[in-house]
């Protein structure tokens, strides 16, 4: 929403970084149903960081936002044993598929992932200087209208930032067969016989996961 612009950078003094001018960019209004906003920040000891964000919706479809942002951190005087120069970046991405737009058909993400230190070293709001752990979930979940099979394929993702390892499971795939009665007549005369009572259902469930440091 909104008309397409240049958005003014804040300005100011940061103790280890410098003077800044920060969240500067520019914001596209693409169409009614897409839009995109560059931003960045520069500070004058070296320290910089590019956010780019796109939103997009498709009314009775989906919905979503995808909000990529790397940095370089330039802490401290470089000639000191303190000085510090990291790269991070930071990943987050909502998609909401609306019931409406695929029958039997459903596929919803929610990812945040990124470098243990980007939040500490970029991010303004206390409740995600002091968070603990990041996690992800994306799923696709299928349901055959014609046939008595139903499909769930997901991606599971989880952060400690403390020790900065990290957790995937990649895929899980869950295929399930539902109930089926093989011997029950199309055109029954009479009350069910006994056999026609015998059904059996299945599932079939696969999964991978790795765990380990998070710059593995």
Do not use: C
């Amino acid at each position: 929403r909104g008309a397409s612009g240049v958005v003014i950078p804040k300005y100011g003094e940061s103790l280890d970084q410098g003077f800044f001018l920060r969240e500067g960019g520019v914001f596209l209004r693409i169409s009614d149903h897409f839009n995109s906003l560059t931003q960045g920040d520069v500070y004058t000891k070296g320290s910089w960081r590019v956010n780019q964000v796109f939103r997009y919706k498709k009314r009775y479809g989906y919905e979503g936002n995808f909000n990529f942002n790397y940095a370089r951190n330039r802490f401290g005087d470089p000639e000191s044993p303190d000085f510090t120069d990291q790269r991070n970046y930071f990943l987050n991405w909502q998609h909401r598929q609306s019931g409406k737009a695929r029958p039997g058909v459903n596929f919803n993400a929610s990812v945040n992932v990124g470098s243990s230190s980007y939040l500490q070293n970029n991010s303004f709001n206390n409740s995600d200087i002091v968070r603990n752990n990041l996690s992800s979930s994306v799923s696709f979940d299928k349901r055959w209208l014609n046939a008595p099979f139903n499909l769930n394929v997901g991606l599971t993702h989880n952060q400690d930032i403390a020790n900065q390892t990290m957790s995937l499971e990649l895929p899980r795939v869950v295929l399930g067969l539902q109930r089926i009665n093989p011997f029950e007549r199309q055109e029954r005369v009479g009350a069910k016989r006994w056999y026609e009572k015998i059904g059996f259902t299945s599932t079939l469930n696969l999964s991978n996961q790795a765990d380990g440091p998070e710059d593995r």
